[in-house]
């Protein structure tokens, strides 16, 4: 999938992936590698300003913590992130709902 | 590679030390657990060093992002700073005037209503200035929720924070300039505390005028 057309849609990714845990920066990644079957390989390294933005926002927060024995930086939602994140996800069904109505194929109704 | 990587990275960044340290660690810390875990899938070492630092992704755009960052964070503590310090110092300037001289003397020269102006002006800006930079900080967490970009926010930031420090600072010149004007000698016979009270507000005021002018340099870099 194109970056360009994942940058509208990353700061939701990157929430969902911090949705109820911790993760540090590579482990976000990953995530969204698995999660996506590989289609979203955005480049790594704006993953990172991206997750300091949301920490601007005051949607993420983070701090330095002890993973597998090294130090990382790891990040997780704040009640304003869970409430973006929640949003986010109705704004999401509402969209692909109304996008599959249309595009989806199928017959249409029989004209009133 | 990758040292080479991060020592760019961290050549093109300018900003506040502490945080560029940890940013630069995060991205080290990304670009080594990429390459062991592109080791581990079976790339050598080498290949999976320069693999990591492609999927990092090329340095100019990478490197913006993370400048932007950089900007953000010292416009946002320059505007932390003018909203506890310029207030501090016009108090702490009034108290130390208001112990040495009491109620301002009537002089010979009686005041136009302009000066009296300029003189209200003056004592009303630093509160002013305090009002609108908190706006801007609270407007500016707004701003970054509804997914305004970084580069805009440390750019508007810089602007506001600017702004804050010169009017302040125009708004004492003008009352000095305008006191010269109409009767100098009320300058010449300022206690010498309120003359060095004076002075020390001025250095205070050219080192938030360094920190301001750092913002517009952070945010164009």
């Known amino acids: 999938m194109k970056p360009d057309a994942l940058r509208g849609h990353l700061d939701a990714l990157l929430l969902a992936t911090l949705d109820g845990r911790q993760l540090h920066g590579y482990a976000i990644i990953e995530a969204l590698q698995v999660r996506s079957g590989g289609a979203l390989d955005l480049p790594t390294g704006t993953v990172y300003p991206a997750l300091r933005r949301l920490e601007t926002a005051g949607l993420v927060s983070s701090e330095w913590s002890t993973v597998g024995g090294r130090q990382r930086r790891t990040y997780r939602l704040t009640k304003a992130g869970s409430r973006a994140l929640a949003a986010e996800r109705t704004a999401w069904r509402e969209f692909t709902a109304a996008i599959e109505g249309v595009l989806g194929g199928g017959p249409w109704p029989a004209q009133a | ?84 310090v310029v207030p501090l110092v016009h108090v702490l300037w009034e108290l130390n ?10 002089g010979d020269v009686p005041l136009p209503g302009w000066y009296l102006v300029v003189a209200r002006l003056n004592d ?6 305090a009002g609108l930079v908190l706006v801007a900080l609270v ?23 600017v702004a804050a420090v010169a009017a302040p600072l125009l708004g004492s010149l003008s009352i000095i300039t305008a006191t010269a004007s109409v009767d100098v000698s009320r300058l010449l016979e300022l206690s010498p505390p309120v003359t060095l009270a004076t002075v020390a507000m001025y250095a205070v005021m050219v080192r938030l005028a360094v920190l301001a002018r750092r913002c517009l340099v952070f945010s164009a870099a």
């Open chain 2, 124 to 129: 009303w800006v630093a509160w002013v200035v």
């Open chain 2, 1 to 84: 590679m990758i040292d080479e990587y991060v020592t760019a990275l961290d050549r093109r960044l300018r900003g506040p030390g502490p945080l560029k340290r940890d940013l630069l660690a995060e991205a080290r810390d990304s670009l080594d657990d990429a390459a062991s875990a592109l080791a581990d899938a079976g790339l050598d070492p080498a290949s999976a060093q320069r693999r990591a630092v492609a999927d990092f992704g090329p340095l100019p755009v990478i490197a913006r992002d993370y400048q932007s960052l950089l900007a953000l964070a010292h416009s946002a503590r320059t505007l932390r700073t003018v909203l506890v």
């Open chain 2, 139 to 161: 407007g500016g967490r707004v701003l970054a929720r509804r997914g305004v970009g970084t580069t805009t926010l440390a750019r508007l930031a810089g602007g506001v924070a």
């Open chain 2, 97 to 106: 005037r208001r112990f040495w001289m009491g109620a301002w003397p009537d």
